[in-house]
């Protein structure tokens, strides 16, 4: 059987990605095959499809780190023909096939099934962008940190992990403000609850070992100078929940925040979560992000549009979450 993916591989100019057809036969290894019927753009896949980061571990590669659709074939114990299932993470996109493609074939130990009430599209609308904030979201409530502790900052604002962890973080009670570049997105990000924005620029200056203390927590997808400073303002025993590099990889901050104020700074891998955690965070998920919300920040695409979108999302011209219509 033959089905459409994108496909990217290795040219004497560096990288290609494009539309093509393969057959069943071209499938990784695998105890289940699924029918993608719908992906989403994140920014790594931005990173993978553009060849601006090694993201891509071989080639030719179908990249997409997440997709849902429904069983075609299984013999794992867990999955019949029908089930409706969602994979994000397990180097899918990087290492294996992943969801910019018709067909998948993957270990069925990777999946986890469609939330009751919910749609493979919602699944996507959420992704591994919506997915990892979540698991932020997580992170600063296990570190103690309450609505009452004052204004929790997210960075990257208008990015997919940030819309996302606007929404839930507002429904929780919590106070949020938005730091971003793109100031025109302002009243956008107050619909998703944030009470307020910041220009980001205010985090790429000097980076003082110790700043005015200003925010409770934060949920940051940017890195590098960005992060530092936004450690630097944390208030005592606050938390910093770091899940991105968009700046950069690098962190020039100093001891300080972390011995002297007992700031924390919790890094976050959606990529290998265990499985008992993964369903954990679906649940809260389902309890906790307003779908409405979602579907407002979200944006359709088809397959034939994503290396585009790719390039777009990389250059810092999207907002929000995209899914791609794969069928």
Known sequence: MSFRAILISKTDSGQKAELTTLEESDLMVGDVTVEVTHSSVNYKDGLAVTGKAPIARRFPLIPGIDFAGVVKSSTHPRWKAGDEVVLNGYGVGEMHHGGFSEMARVNGDWLVPVP??????????????????????????????????????????????????????????????????????????????????????????????????????????????????VISQIKEDGTVAACGLAQGMDLPSSVAPFILRGVKLVGINSVSTPMARRLQVWERLVQDLDLTKLHALTTHVKLEDVPQVAADIVAGKVRGRVVVDVR
């Not at 996507?124 to 979540?134: C, I, L, N, R």
């Not at 992170?139 to 609505?147: D, S, T, Y």
């Not at 106070?175 to 107050?190: C, D, H, N, P, Y």
């Open 116 to 229: 009751q009430g919910w749609t493979a599209a919602d699944c996507m609308s959420v992704g591994v962008a919506g997915y990892t904030a979540m698991l932020c979201v997580m992170a600063l409530e296990e570190q103690g940190v309450k609505p009452s502790d004052g204004e929790i900052l997210v960075t990257g604002a208008a990015g997919g992990v940030g819309t996302t962890a606007i929404v839930i973080l507002a429904k929780l009670g919590y106070t949020v403000i938005a730091s971003t570049g793109r100031t025109s997105e302002e009243s956008f990000l107050k619909d998703l609850g944030a009470a307020g924005v910041v220009d980001r620029n205010e985090f790429n200056g000097p980076v003082k070992p110790l700043a005015k203390t200003r925010w409770a927590g934060a949920v940051d997808s940017v890195g590098s100078t960005t992060l530092a400073n």
